[in-house]
């Protein structure tokens, strides 16, 4: 909710990490669900 009360500079950085984090959680189990449908 920091970026819709219109929060810029320095009170985005908390927001980045996040989206950061949940990118990576993201293609971490895409690539996990990809390796294994196609070992099976």
């Known amino acids: ?3 819709l ?3 810029s500079g ?3 950085i908390p927001v ?3 989206t950061g984090r949940a990118q ?3 293609g971490i189990l ?3 669900g990809l390796v294994l ?3 099976l």
């Open 24 to 26: 990576l959680v993201f």
């Open 1 to 3: 909710m920091a970026v």
């Open 5 to 7: 009360g219109g929060a």
């Open 10 to 12: 320095p009170a985005l």
């Open 30 to 32: 895409l690539a996990v």
């Open 37 to 39: 449908s196609v070992e």
């Open 16 to 18: 980045l990490v996040k």
